[in-house]
Nanobody, 119 residues
């Protein structure tokens, strides 16, 4: 059974930082590409950052330079370090196991963790 457990969300003032963590079980983590998505109220879920099994990263334009995705294969964990947060970053953040098929939705999702950035 695949499980993705996120933690680290919370309430922070604009300009602050949060560190999200996602620990996976039931998958071959070291060979899986991992993603962080977010969903703001009334908006579609969007890809924020991704990291390949080799550690190559990619970011949504609006977070590049502020967010950093990383992975620790020994701990089956993917991290999203978020700095200089602004209210537009508010939403539920989900980690996901990327599908090996190009263009396909992720195979597995975590339960989500709430991030709220106040002005």
């Amino acid at each position: 059974q695949v499980q993705l457990v996120e933690s680290g969300g919370g309430l922070v003032q604009a300009g602050g930082s949060l560190r999200l963590s996602c620990t996976a079980s039931g998958i071959n983590f070291s060979t899986s590409a991992m993603d962080w998505f977010r969903q703001a109220p009334g908006r579609r879920r969007e890809l924020v950052a991704s990291i390949t099994k080799r550690g190559i990263t990619n970011y949504k334009d609006s977070v590049r330079g502020r967010f950093t995705i990383s992975r620790d294969n020994a701990k089956n964990t993917v991290i999203l370090q978020m700095n200089n947060l602004n209210p537009e970053d508010t939403g539920v953040y989900y980690c996901a196991v990327e599908s090996p098929l190009v263009g396909k939705a992720p195979d597995y999702w975590g339960q989500g963790t709430q991030v709220t950035v106040s002005r």
